[in-house]
């Protein structure tokens, strides 16, 4: 039975496993990010004790916080670039683990098109071709596969980051974004929640106007990647996802927001199927991982 | 010599061509767009008389205004659907070849995506694997190639109706957009231009703030798009891009507008070959039609 090594490199954890070709999950830690020293050697050891104990890997994947290199021609391939996270600038993530495993295949992308290629393999979003993975929570990120492959292009998406209408009569609220302000993950990330009513998103109760104007802003993203990228299906994962009252709301936002121009029964009649949280839960990361570890070695 | 018919039909007018596989073209004929079973007959005429004439042909294209049904595993395949232009609703386009010519494969995409796509064969976008091809006319249309082909997921990119940042204390026009009112379309195109300033854009001077307001619409919708898919390069014609003094106003809002958060020299650096008007001039419709004729028969 083939088996291939997993690394979600979270901005907070680090989800590490082992796992085989149908994503089935045979060993996992989790441990809190620190410094890429001390965070990817433990992933290391991880492997090596594994290995030690008969479980030889036949690739590894990585997703992880970005901005990242993932093209697999580029001299900087597998470096997290700019992020502003301490003591990550600029890290040679797959050069690491190429260190000590010389012979493996090391796949490597964005935490979300990660979870994407797993809800591809074994989640929600099998059969499908063109497809989106959002994940709300400390920030927003979005990943896509379209035509059967996760989106690079110029580098990888950054959905977060898409502007949206924002009313400030009826919310003042400025955004906190330090690039934009107010740009969706500005508006709409778990943070902005807590900082504009002054309470942390999960103590706020259903019925509060909170989440009408969460769902609203969250619509507006929606509504621009829908009419950009033609998704068959958007997945919403995330801490503030996890508030499930959130999604009939988004679900009548998005209907009003694109007023029947597009017109797919998916949406016009079905859209409790079409805006759906994660079939993995909380192993989507993970197996996304897995899911690049086994592409890794099928390209070579 | 293996010769392709191409149809591109535009809400306006119908350009019918035969070209070979390298792009260039023999023959073409313009006439205005009328009802479906005139303007289809018109081509179906133009390639049999070539025909009579020794130019027999491999496959057709068409690249036409939508919306329209581009699976071909779908029993729509091949229609312009819910367009608005009257006449048109539910023209089995594909359907009325396919009785003329049986044994030739033929291909249907959005004019957009056709567009697109000759770029990517013939024009400026070579080598490229991911890029936006945006109209701006009567209406705004982008199609995209991901992953080396057109994006269709659910249906086909509407890229006009993205929703941007309205400032109506500064721009008081309440965008005309029938389903969104101020979505970018309702926004920034041509006849939006006419009805703000009550003037036509092409008489507007280069200085008129006229521009500026096009350009930071434009770039605001720019700016989505190179978050949410990443293209390598974006590529605007159309009437209102035939305004080539409005580039470098472009250029300048998308770099203040993403402010630096996409590490990328294309962007930071060589933005004006990045946001670049077409390669193909007046003929990428056509040519894109010609590259769909050429990709059916491959298909199959």
């Not at 998916?266 to 690049?292: F, K, M, R, S, W």
């Amino acid at each position: 039975m083939d088996l291939f090594g997993g690394i979600e490199s979270g901005g907070t954890k680090f989800v590490c496993a082992i796992g085989t070709a149908t994503g089935e999950i045979k060993e996992e830690i989790r441990y809190p990010t620190t410094t890429p020293d001390e965070s990817i050697s433990r992933a290391i050891a991880f492997f090596q004790k594994a290995a030690t104990q008969g479980r030889t890997l036949k690739a590894i994947g990585v997703s992880s916080f970005g901005p990242l290199d993932p093209h697999p021609t580029s001299p900087k391939f597998g470096y997290v670039t700019t992020t502003p996270k301490p003591g990550w600038m600029n890290t040679d993530f797959v050069g690491r683990l190429h260190t000590t495993f010389p012979d493996l295949p090391v796949g490597f992308d964005t935490d979300v098109n990660g979870a994407a290629l797993g809800e591809y393999r074994w989640g929600v979003a099998q059969g499908l071709d063109t497809f989106i993975y959002l994940t709300i929570g400390t920030g927003i990120g979005g990943g896509a596969i379209v035509n059967g492959k996760p989106v690079h292009g110029l580098m990888h998406p950054e959905m977060g980051h898409v502007r949206v209408p924002h009313d400030l009569a009826a919310d003042p609220f400025p955004g906190m974004c330090p690039y934009h302000g107010d740009c969706l993950e500005g508006l709409a990330c778990g943070p902005a929640i807590e900082a504009r009513w002054q309470q942390r998103g999960e103590t706020l109760a259903p019925d509060h106007p909170a989440w009408a104007l969460e769902a609203h802003y969250l619509a507006l993203g929606i509504v621009n990647f829908i009419v950009t990228l033609s998704p068959q299906r958007i997945i919403m994962g995330g801490g503030v996802m996890d508030q499930h009252h959130i999604f009939p709301l988004i679900h009548q936002e998005v209907g009003s927001l694109l007023n029947a121009y597009i017109h797919a029964p998916q949406i016009l009649e079905h859209i409790e199927d079409y805006v759906v949280p994660p079939g993995l839960g909380n192993q989507a990361g993970v197996l996304g991982a897995i899911a690049l570890a086994q592409t890794a070695l099928t390209i070579g």
